[in-house]
């Protein structure tokens, strides 16, 4: 699949929730051949110099040529991209990586925190999968709004009980793995719970790819700064992921 640097004028850059912000870039060749599940580069200034950091594509429009990202602020390079104003240009490198086997009948998607973000991209494309999400509390589950125009079903979850049932996903991922007809799971979030929904759904016999998150560097397979231990010996989550088959990674049944 062609990679391309563009330099993408910035169509919209918001934070709907503190420390969130949705940045839709001007980006036609990426937005063109875009897959849910892959990511891009993205320059920011930082130390006088510029890095480049790698963000998961939430939303693509190939007809109008925009990527949406949605990002938190979690150091230096998200903190220098979110002070980027509507109508300036970053430089991007993508589409990279290898994305999530969206030819599913009824797929049940599973993200926690931003791990909601390339799993946006598979609801939008999808349109007829079910979505669990979980959080900490109401306001994590932001992502609510944003995923209802495009799922066929959001279930909810919240540590605290605020929102939806009590728990975490995976208090109530078994009785909708029990009473659902799911072909495929694809989750992506914090490790620990990726690894209990991969246990989850294998158990039941029902295929699951898990999107995993690494320090990047060139994000070209070049640098090995991501490589990360499989099944099949040592993988580049940049190249060969950042989705794999969830056996490829985790002991799972
Ligand atoms: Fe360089 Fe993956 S980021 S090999």
Redesign the pocket.
């Known amino acids: 699949m062609p990679k391309v640097i563009e330099e993408a004028r910035i169509l919209s850059h918001e934070a709907p929730i503190a420390g969130v912000d949705v940045l839709r870039l001007e980006a036609p060749q990426i937005a063109r051949t875009s897959l849910p599940g892959q990511f891009v580069q993205i320059s920011v200034p930082a130390d006088g110099g510029f890095l480049r950091r790698p963000l998961g594509i939430a939303e693509v429009s190939r007809e109008n040529g925009w990527i949406q990202l949605i990002y938190r602020c979690v150091g230096r390079g998200t903190e220098a991209l979110a002070t980027e104003k509507t109508g300036t240009c970053v430089s991007v490198l993508g589409p990279l990586g290898h994305g999530f086997n969206t030819a599913l009948r009824h797929p049940l998607l599973v993200g926690g925190g931003m791990g909601l973000t390339p799993l946006l991209f598979f609801a939008a494309e999808h349109r007829n999968a079910a979505v669990l999400m979980g959080g900490r509390t109401k306001g994590e589950l932001f992502w609510e709004a944003i995923y209802r125009p495009y799922a066929r079903v959001v279930f909810l979850t919240t540590d605290d009980g605020s929102y939806g049932r009590k728990g975490f996903v995976t208090t109530l991922l078994p009785e909708l793995l029990r009473d659902g007809d799911y072909d495929g799971v694809a989750v992506c979030g914090p490790p620990v719970m990726m690894e209990r929904v991969a246990a989850l759904a294998t158990e039941r016999g029902i295929p699951c790819e898990v999107s995993l998150e690494r320090r ?11 490589a990360v231990d499989t099944r099949s010996g040592r993988r ?4 060969d992921g950042p989705v794999f088959p969830a056996a490829e990674v985790y002991d799972v049944p």
């Open positions: 990047m560097a060139c994000g070209l397979g070049a640098c090995l700064s991501c580049k989550v940049c190249k």
